[in-house]
């Protein structure tokens, strides 16, 4: 029964391609957790799923069912024609590789039928599973050396989460998955199961105790605005607006009070970055050592930069070599191992490629707010908002880690608009629930 009902499929390729395309997806997430071998290769694998051909045109229908697939493939194709005034040719075909999944991801979950609650509900409780099982990990190592943890964060380092070691990626990954279990027990009919609703609220529970131990500042400021967005959207249909506001906003200042008094990882993380909002308001130089500071530094090199570059930016091939010359310029003092990119994936854009070429990026990203109308569209936005700001704040689509965070949530979330898309096996069972 359920996934592996045949009755619910449209012949044996569209039930291979099925259960195959499911575990692709939950390999990329235990790729994104473990391994960046595993992540590379299973999101290939959901790819080339794509193309059976019994079920091709249904992939596309899901793929043409929003702009953001299209969205997708313009921002790659900005980086592929960047080559002809990208000096550094070597450094171009390394970007290329790492962009790549701009065109691989989103037609591969396509390859997925989100349309159906049945396969909705395995994906969904998969994902659960494997991110609870890094945070439990993460959790036991935590627990063996407490006090030694405690006191690294005195020095900014985080506690040990993933194999990888992306703690930033991790907490807004987990932020993430807190507002897919409010989401999911708004509005799937099989969060009717009590036992589907004990596991999402556990696990709200679970991940929003950790993002609070990790202390992970991106993590923190969008596990806040995911509990506002959730509080906002249940108080508004049942009292007055402006009280459905300040109500969440309260509870929130109190949830941080109590952190802030009770876990000593969030303390920490706290005083450290008053430490360094207290250096600027004393008109300190910038201090690379200093994590804040190091990515206000960037920004001040890219905008530099940016004035005596041209139109058309650096390329995507000499956006490493251009920064370096802005850090011997103005920041020397600052050691190869430590000097970045722009730390605003925006910024990064504008710098590579001129403020026309920039734009892909923000109207991608903007593109899922403009569905006709589907349910749930106040968690599509919410998605919006959250990937705005950690753009904003982090340069996450150049590395590979934060480039299938971005496309995987994005295009889970827009298979809402897939359900109005008829089931290619409705023709068979026109009496069957999805």
């Known amino acids: 029964m359920g996934i592996f009902d045949t009755s ?9 391609q099925s259960i195959f395309g499911l575990l692709c997806a939950v390999l990329m997430v235990i790729g994104f957790l473990q391994s960046r071998a595993l992540l590379s290769i299973a999101t290939v694998a959901l790819f080339v799923n794509a193309f059976w051909p019994a079920n091709i ?30 000096e550094n040719k070597e450094e171009w075909s390394k970007v290329m590789m ?74 807004l990954w987990l932020a993430l998955l807190v507002m897919m279990g409010f989401y999911v027990m708004q509005f799937e009919v099989f969060a009717q199961s009590k036992l589907i609703r004990l596991l999402s609220w556990a696990c709200i529970f679970l991940f929003s105790l950790y ?44 949830s941080m009070f109590l952190a802030y008094r009770f876990v000593p990882t969030f303390k920490t993380k706290i005083n450290y970055v008053l430490m360094e909002v207290d250096m600027i308001k004393r008109g300190e130089r910038l201090n690379y050592n200093l994590s804040d500071q190091g990515r206000l530094i960037t920004y001040d090199i890219a905008w530099h930069q940016m004035q005596k570059g041209t139109a058309l930016g650096t390329g995507a091939g000499d956006i490493i ?3 370096n010359e802005g850090y011997d310029e103005r920041y020397p003092e600052v050691p190869a191992d430590l000097r970045f990119v722009p730390i605003n994936q925006f910024l990064l854009e504008f710098f590579a490629f001129g403020w026309i070429l920039g734009l892909p990026l923000i109207l991608m990203t903007l593109s899922p707010v403009f569905n006709k109308q589907v349910q749930g569209q106040f968690f599509m936005n919410l998605t919006v908002v959250i990937f705005i700001f950690s753009l904003m704040v982090e340069a996450m689509l150049q590395i590979q880690m934060g480039i299938f965070l971005y496309l995987f949530f994005m295009m889970w979330m827009l298979a809402q608009k897939w359900r109005q898309i008829i089931p290619a096996h409705a023709k068979l069972s026109p009496n069957s629930k999805h």
């Open 211 to 254: 993002i609070h131990i990790l202390s992970a500042k991106t993590g923190l400021l969008v596990l806040y605005l995911v509990f506002l967005g959730a509080a906002f959207y249940r108080l508004s249909r049942r009292i007055p607006t402006l009280v459905a506001i300040v109500v969440p906003a309260l509870l929130a200042a109190l």
């Open 8 to 16: 619910k499929y449209n012949g044996k390729q569209d039930l291979y």
């Open 57 to 86: 045109t249904r992939v596309f229908q899901r793929f043409n069912s929003s702009r953001f697939g299209w969205w997708a493939l313009i921002y790659l194709l900005v980086y592929v024609i960047s080559i002809f005034w990208s």
């Open 98 to 171: 790492l962009k790549l999944p701009f065109a691989l991801i989103p037609l591969g979950m396509c390859s997925l039928p989100l349309e159906r609650a049945d396969f909705r509900k395995y994906l969904y409780v998969a994902v659960l599973l494997v991110s609870s099982a890094a945070v439990l990990m993460s959790l036991g190592r935590f627990a063996m050396d407490y006090e030694q943890y405690i006191a690294n964060y005195t020095y900014s380092m985080p506690i040990p989460t993933t194999i990888v070691g992306d703690h930033i990626r991790f907490g």
């Open 321 to 323: 070599p251009v920064m």
